[in-house]
C-alpha cells in the first residue's frame, strides 16, 4: 500500500513551453501533498505544500506564478512549469500524507519524480 | 532556523556494518527519518524515531538519537551491494501548524558497497 505515482517520469521540452507534471496517490486519499525539487548530488529543497481545495502555500523564493500548483481531488496534485528556461532543468519530486481528516500523520510517501529537462 | 547536516560520503565493504550520521539543529524536531534514494528514483522511507526515543531496531537498521546533542544516526548491519544508495536524515517540525508534515533533509550520504 501507500503508492505514489508521478507522470511522466521524463520529459523534456523548449525554452519558453508549459510542462504539466501529475502526482497521484494510488491507494490512499491525501489532503496533503507537497512537491520538493532536487538538483544534482543535492538534497532535495520544499518548493510548496499542496493542499486539496485551497491554494498552495509556496516556499520563500518559489514563485508561483512560474510553478503552479492544483491539488483538485484528494489523489492527485498537479505542478505546472511555466514558460520553463534551462534552469529549470531539474528532478522534481511529490509527496503525500495519507489522511483527509486533517489530523497528523508522520509518514510521507514519495512519488519516483519527473526529470526534467529544458532545451 | 532548521539545519540537518550529513557527512558526504561513505565507503564499506560487503559484509561490515555501515553507520550514518546525521546532526540537526532545531530542538523542536518530532520526528526524524532516515530515507534511501536510488539512482534516478524517489525516496523510500526506511524508518522514523520519535524525538522522545533514543533507538528503534528493524531488522539490520539500528538508529540511535542523542538528543542532547542533536545527533541522528542509522546503522546498517552486514550491508549489502544492494543498499549503495543515497541515504537522507530528515525532521519534522511543528510550529504551530504552519509547518506541518513539512520535511528539512540533509545533503544525503552517498553509501558505496564493495564487494
Known amino acids: 500500500g501507500a503508492v505514489v505515482s508521478q507522470h511522466p517520469s521524463r520529459v523534456i521540452c523548449k525554452s519558453g513551453t508549459s510542462v504539466k507534471i501529475e502526482c497521484r496517490s494510488l491507494d490512499f486519499q491525501a489532503t496533503t501533498m507537497f512537491w520538493y525539487r532536487q538538483f544534482p548530488k543535492q538534497s532535495l529543497m520544499l518548493m510548496a505544500t499542496s493542499n486539496e481545495g485551497s491554494k498552495a502555500t509556496y516556499e520563500q523564493g518559489v514563485e508561483k506564478d512560474k510553478f503552479l500548483i492544483n491539488h483538485a481531488s484528494l489523489t492527485l496534485s498537479t505542478l505546472t512549469v511555466t514558460s520553463a528556461h534551462p534552469e529549470d532543468s531539474s528532478f522534481y519530486i511529490c509527496?503525500?500524507?495519507?489522511?483527509?481528516?486533517?489530523?497528523?500523520?508522520?509518514?510521507?510517501?514519495f512519488g519516483p519524480g519527473t526529470r526534467l529537462t529544458v532545451t | 532556523g532548521e539545519d540537518v547536516e550529513q557527512s558526504l560520503f561513505l565507503s564499506v565493504r560487503e559484509g561490515d556494518s555501515s553507520v550514518i550520521n546525521c546532526t540537526y539543529t532545531?530542538?523542536?524536531?518530532?520526528?526524524l527519518y532516515w530515507y534511501k534514494q536510488e539512482p534516478g528514483a524517489g525516496l523510500q522511507l526506511l524508518t522514523y524515531?520519535?524525538?522522545?526515543?533514543d533507538m528503534k531496531q528493524d531488522q539490520r537498521l539500528t538508529v540511535l538519537l542523542n538528543k542532547k546533542d542533536k545527533h541522528l544516526s542509522l546503522r546498517i548491519a552486514d550491508t549489502q551491494t544492494g543498499d549503495s544508495a543515497i541515504y537522507f536524515c530528515?525532521?519534522?517540525?511543528?510550529?504551530?501548524?504552519?509547518?506541518?508534515?513539512?520535511?528539512?533533509f540533509g545533503q544525503g550520504t552517498i553509501l558505496t558497497v564493495h564487494p
Open positions: 509527496s503525500a500524507i495519507p489522511g483527509t481528516s486533517g489530523g497528523r500523520s508522520y509518514e510521507q510517501y
Open positions: 524515531i520519535f524525538s522522545n526515543m
Open positions: 530528515a525532521e519534522t517540525v511543528y510550529a504551530g501548524g504552519t509547518s506541518y508534515g513539512k520535511l528539512t
Open positions: 532545531d530542538s523542536s524536531s518530532t520526528y
